[in-house]
């Protein structure tokens, strides 16, 4: 069963470990790959997504030593990652290991620096062909300048995979446009979902994640009403699955809005105004709460499925 309090409380008390003691972490887990009637099997899906450097081997290391998954005998739940293993494994061999999951019906933790149609195939196949539980954790920062200082500092540290990342703010923003389409999208099929920003804090260099937006288990959604959160939620996230609507033009106080500058107010004055953003924020909630699934995924031939279980996609949409 996915435990929200203990991941909400795990996020409460998130350790910033450096790259080579994550990698440590990840690796020490990845050991027990083998031991499979060890693992949980209560057919859930923990899926972690963000652009490189948002900090998602950091949570997963947190995960394992904070006891969401990892340190009970028969509670296990696996990182399915051909580069988090104690020994080489290819690509062929993640699959079968995902297959041989799946036909017991046991829970895994996949991650990805991009959240393309690809991965919300992959998402959309667990929960309508195999039944299974989706867990999504997305993770962001401020700004992608913040991601690439993140990567430098993995790479400083002897981390993992820096060599494989391109260290450019235009490949990063890309990939921030791709999964905040992609999120909305996938967020009905997701029986449980945190978006987290993962703040970097400039006097000691460490992270502190904040909540976002979270959907409960119960299919309430909630959100952080700070302004600052919410406005960057609603722009960098929400705004990018909406038509923009026309502004409107009536008269308002000055107290109830933030008004643009360069307006004289008087008591006959017309301003350009918008909704407030929690009245925008909760609009676009109360759609998402509605949005049904498709069953599109049960009829998939043997290829569609193996295409989707090796990321990539069930093929020509």
Not at 230 to 254: D, E, Q, S, T
Request: a positive charge.
């Amino acid at each position: 069963m996915i435990d929200e309090e203990k991941i909400l409380s795990l996020i409460e008390n998130f350790q910033p470990y450096t790259s080579a003691e994550t990698t440590s972490i990840i690796l020490n887990y990845a050991k027990l790959k083998n031991n499979i009637d060890r693992f949980r099997d209560d057919k859930t899906v923990y899926v972690l997504v963000g652009p490189s450097g948002s900090g998602k081997s950091t949570l997963i290391a947190n995960m394992y030593e904070n006891n969401v998954f990892g340190n009970s005998e028969n509670d296990f739940v696996p990182f399915i990652n051909r580069h988090f293993t104690d020994k080489s494994m290819s690509l062929a061999q993640e699959i079968a290991f995902k297959n041989e999951l799946l036909s017991k019906g046991k829970s895994f933790m996949i991650e990805s620096a991009k959240f393309d149609e690809n991965y919300s195939d992959f998402i959309k196949l667990m929960k309508i062909k195999y039944g299974y539980k989706i867990c999504l954790i997305y993770l962001t920062k401020w700004h992608p300048q913040e991601n690439i200082s993140m990567v430098q500092k993995r790479k400083r540290e002897g981390g993992h995979g820096s060599k494989q990342v391109e260290l450019s703010e235009k490949v990063i923003s890309e990939m921030y446009v791709v999964d905040s389409k992609n999120l909305m999208e996938i967020m009905p099929y997701c029986d449980s979902c945190f978006v987290i920003n993962n703040e970097t804090q400039t006097k000691n260099k460490q992270t502190k994640p904040i909540i976002l937006l979270q959907k409960k288990l119960n299919g309430e959604i909630v959100y952080d009403k700070e302004f600052r959160s919410a406005n960057f939620l609603y722009r960098k996230i929400l705004k990018a699955n909406i038509k923009r609507k026309p502004i409107v033009v009536r008269k308002c106080k000055l107290a109830n809005y933030r008004i643009k500058s360069g307006f004289k107010l008087t008591s006959q004055s017309y301003v350009y105004i918008q909704q407030p953003l929690t009245t925008r924020i909760e609009a676009i909630l109360a759609k998402l709460k509605n949005m049904p699934i498709s069953d599109d995924m049960l009829d998939l031939t043997e290829t569609e499925i193996e295409r989707i279980l090796k990321g990539q996609g069930k093929g020509k949409k």
